[in-house]
Structures are given as structure tokens and as C-alpha cells.
DNA sequence: AACCTAACCGGAGAAGTCTCCGTTTACAAG
DNA sequence: CTTGTAAACGGAGACTTCTCCGGTTAGGTT
């Protein structure tokens, strides 16, 4: 029951657009370890104030910059095809497997921003989206188990800490993922 | 081949016993969320210098202050009494189920300290120690795994952050471990 | 006891995150 | 076009973490 937001001011929405366009360029030019959202604000040519107005704080500001591949991920495995998304081809093994393999694609593929996102410690909106869609795939892939714990446990090890600095290369991460599913699925 | 350290100075050993002091106390005060090192230098006495020679960084404090207890533990699983410990009396199994249990009591028992030390983003010592046990009793007790990437997945999940900020109370998280590692155990 | 020096001390200050609040601005209504 | 006001702006400054370095001290040596 929510009335709806009011619609953004134009000076908000072309702030927003030079902030999200200045720490794009700083992240490539010196890495995202030290992206200061002080500079962030000065090469957008803003007040510091105005880059925590429009997005919270820094993890904030993090989470805008994974939104569009995220989004884009999160489309390929809700509505895409088989077998990431839904549609008669493939069973519940396959997607669960095929949607480990997609997410430790994904965060590799920006894992130096995830890295920074997973140190302010909250969970972010892309964790219970990601949660949620396993939970539903466990429930019917391992029946009789606790499906959304089960979902944390295997999200758990997926995160850029382990990823990048335990020296796990992907092939060798989704061969454990594979094998891990593959023991908790009932044999007939 | 490393030269034996020097001993500790007398005035760099009160100090450091003062550093520690004023930080339980005010961890008992105010809560962990809110523990400035600038504070625990100024309760101990002591300028920050001090306090950032002796520990390194906020996460050296942190472990410092989780050290005793982890001490104790480690113990107890190296070459306490069965099932937790060894000796002829437990499977791998029981050993496995024992050691995730009591991991889970153990964090749970300080866990605004390990939510902070999670915070800090490395890998801190006692993990590697965790690790290592658990990754040499799962090679046994589920041959032809990946048995060091399987410990990381089976540790991933007993992280402070999961356990406080999910709601999952310890009886769940048991249960779902116990579920776990049975569905993982090969059936004669 | 006087001396030497490696180790330690402490606080000023650099750098970063985030807040507060007086000022400015977009834009809808009259 | 004027006006009212809710929203946005921006930068000073509070608060942190951590570093740097000139001054001090413990404790062995002579």
C-alpha cells in the first residue's frame, strides 16, 4: 500500500548519472581497493553530501555499479532459457547446477567490487533474490531437507572472499559444486 | 630458520595488558558495534601508537581478544576427549558432526567480535586451523572429494554473519549440518 | 654508576566515511 | 510571470582507522 514515489528531480537524476559515470572511470583508472567516494564526488564535480543523498553510503554506491549485470543476470535465470531459466528442458539438477556455475561467472566477473561490497557485511537485494530462486530449485531437487538453509549453505562458499583470495580457480569451484550436488541428490 | 624473537620489554608487556583490559571493559560497556581503538588507547592509558604497534590493526585487537577462548578450542577438537578429539572412540562422522556443533557454539559465544573480525575481510589464523582439521577428517569420510574445497564450503556457511543476521537459531543451523553431512557420507 | 642503543612511546596529522544544516533550485499551482 | 515549497545541493566538520617520527626508556655492557 505504498503511494507512490515521487517522480526524481532533473538535477537529481543528471547527478546521479555523473556520479555513477565518475566512479565507473575511477574504478577502471585506479582500481576499485581505492575508490574514496570523496573523489568520487570531486571528478563528478558534486558535494560529498549529494553522492550519500542519492545513494546511503558506500555499499550503496557499490551495488549501483553491479545493478545493470545483475539485473541482466538475474533475467537469464527467471526468464531465460533453459537450462538457467525456466522452460520444459531441464531438470532441477541441471538448473541448480547450471545456476552455480552462472553465479561464480558472475561474480568473478566483477569480484574486485564484490570483494568490497561483501566487507561492509549486510545483505544485499541481489543475495535474496539469488537465495530465494535455489531455495525453490532445493526444495524439489533434495526433498525432506531444509531447503532454505540448504540455499545459504551453498550461496555461502560463492562469495569473492573465497573466490579470489584462497586461490580456487573457477573450473576447480564448480567441480566441487557439481560434485557437492550431485552426492545430495537422491539416487533411485 | 627464523632467529628466535626477543623477548618482550617489561613496559611493552604492561602495556600491551593494559590495551587488552580496557578493551574487554568497554566491550562490556558499550558493545562491540561501537569499539574505537582511539577509546581503548585513551582508557588504557596509552597513546593509538601504542595500541597499533602491539596489534597491528583493529582485526590483530579483535583476534587478540578472541584468542583465549580459541585457544581452548582448538584444543579441545586437537587433542581433547571424543568425539570431539581423537581417539578411538568416534567415526569421522561423529567427529565431523561434533567439530561443526561446537564450531557453531563457539561463534556464537562471541559473536558481535566475529561479525566485526568478518568485517575486516581476511582470513584469520583460527580459520586455517578449522579448516585443516575438518578438510583432513572429510578426505577420510567421503572418499573422492575434493576434501580441502568441501571444508571451505562446510565453514563458509558458520560465519558470524549468518548466524546473527538470518535468524537461523543454532538448533536449525545443527540440524541442518547433521543433514548435511549424512546426505554427503556414502551408504553401505 | 654511567653509557648505549634497540625497542618502545605517544600524539599530530593524513585519509576516509558519513552527517548536519543553511542555502539553492526545480517545478507545480495560481 | 510570480510565488511557495519540497527536494536537492554542498561543504564544514565529527569521528575513524592507521602512519610517521622525534623523544623516551628498559636493560644489557663496560
Redesign the interface.
Known amino acids: 500500500m505504498l503511494g507512490q514515489a515521487p517522480p526524481e528531480r532533473s538535477d537529481a537524476a543528471r547527478n546521479r548519472l555523473k556520479i555513477i559515470d565518475a566512479a565507473v572511470r575511477l574504478l577502471a583508472e585506479h582500481g576499485a581497493e581505492q575508490l574514496s567516494l570523496d573523489e568520487v564526488a570531486r571528478a563528478a564535480g558534486v558535494g560529498v553530501g549529494t553522492v550519500y543523498r542519492r545513494f546511503g553510503d558506500r555499499s550503496g554506491l557499490l551495488l549501483a555499479l553491479i545493478d545493470e549485470r545483475e539485473r541482466r543476470f538475474q533475467e537469464s535465470f527467471l526468464s531465460g532459457p533453459p537450462p538457467l531459466g525456466p522452460g520444459g528442458g531441464a531438470s532441477a539438477a541441471e538448473r541448480v547446477t547450471a545456476f552455480l556455475h552462472a553465479l561464480v561467472d558472475r561474480i568473478t566477473e566483477q569480484e574486485k567490487l564484490f ?1 568490497l561490497l ?6 544485499t537485494s541481489p543475495y535474496s533474490v539469488h537465495h530465494t530462486h535455489l531455495a525453490v530449485l532445493l526444495a524439489e531437487l ?1 526433498p525432506g ?2 531447503a532454505h ?2 540455499a ?2 551453498l550461496l ?2 560463492l ?1 569473492a ?2 573466490l579470489c ?2 586461490g ?1 580457480d573457477t573450473a ?2 564448480k ?2 559444486l557439481d ?2 550436488v550431485r ?2 541428490t537422491p539416487r533411485g
Chains 1, 2 share one sequence.
Open positions: 570483494l561483501e566487507r561492509s557485511g549486510r545483505y533434495v531437507a531444509d538453509f540448504l545459504d549453505v555461502a562458499p562469495n572472499n573465497l583470495l584462497r580456487y576447480r569451484v567441480a566441487g560434485d557437492l552426492r545430495l
